[in-house]
Nanobody, 129 residues
Framework: QARLVESGGGFVQAGDSLSLSCQGS????????MGWFRQAPGEEREFVAG????????FYIDSVKGRFSISKDNAKNALYLEMNNLKPEETAVYYC??????????????????????WGQGTLVTVSS
């Protein structure tokens, strides 16, 4: 069974940095587009960052641009998200996702959750004021 498992979440203070990892298993994820989403309590899940299958293209939402960095290591079947200068409003459960329905997306980086069909269970990031 194809699986994605996030790790690296935790409790940090505003301004701190945190790195998240997403480990794939059960199949190769190197040929899939991948992305990070987050969902705060009582809020809808939102796209945060995405990366094309080969890792040449990335896209970030404006609020995290310049602070977050998404990367992947296809040989290790892993996805990463480096988050710097975290803000309290970014407290959320962070999910990694993968999918092969990316050909229609700009530079093969999809921003809609419908483009992804394999999801991790999420890892909680709590940012205090």
């Amino acid at each position: 069974q194809a699986r994605l498992v996030e790790s690296g979440g935790g409790f940090v203070q505003a301004g701190d940095s945190l790195s998240l990892s997403c480990q794939g298993s059960g199949r190769a994820f190197g040929n899939l587009g991948m992305g990070w989403f987050r969902q705060a309590p009582g809020e809808e899940r939102e796209f945060v960052a995405g990366i094309s299958w080969i890792g040449l293209s990335t896209f970030y939402i404006d609020s995290v641009k310049g602070r977050f960095s998404i990367s992947k290591d296809n040989a290790k079947n892993a996805l990463y998200l480096e988050m710097n200068n975290l803000k309290p409003e970014e407290t959320a459960v962070y999910y990694c996702a993968a999918g092969d329905n990316y050909y229609h997306c700009p530079s093969y980086v999809c921003r809609e959750d419908s483009a992804y069909d394999i999801w991790g269970q999420g890892t909680l990031v709590t940012v205090s004021s």
